[in-house]
Nanobody, 129 residues
């Protein structure tokens, strides 16, 4: 079992920055696939950043590439999402998710939220123009 808690959401103006955190507790061994997803009202859940714990490789969707950065603090079991140059279209509920997946399945998980077993409660990001 893994328990995930996101924090750091809020309201910013266009061009602003936020840093989200996802702290994991429970079964947090290496080998977990971690993902950041977001969902805006009336839209499907979008997987935009996927990281296999212990790997230096992070997948980013084109929609966030160059603006968002995922990092991790293994000692704190925390995954961070630094979001810069925020746009109104980035406004959404942001979720982190985890699953025990092999790397190849992990990185395809951006298209398959059903791969992820554990989800946080979400944190809201609002971007005003």
């Amino acid at each position: 079992q893994v328990h995930l808690v996101e924090s750091g959401g809020g309201s910013v103006q266009t061009g602003g920055s936020l840093r989200l955190s996802c702290t994991a507790s429970g079964d947090t061994y290496l080998g977990y696939c971690m993902g950041w997803f977001r969902q805006a009202p009336g839209k499907e859940r979008e997987g935009f950043a996927i990281k296999y714990r212990g790997s230096g490789i992070t997948y980013y969707a084109d929609s966030v590439k160059g603006r968002f950065t995922v990092s991790q603090d293994s000692a704190r079991n925390t995954l961070y999402l630094q979001m810069n140059s925020l746009k109104p279209e980035d406004a959404a509920m942001y979720f982190c998710a985890a699953a025990r997946l092999p790397p190849d399945q992990c990185y395809s998980g951006s298209q398959h939220p059903e791969f992820f077993t554990y989800w946080g409660q979400g944190t809201q990001v609002t971007v005003s123009s």
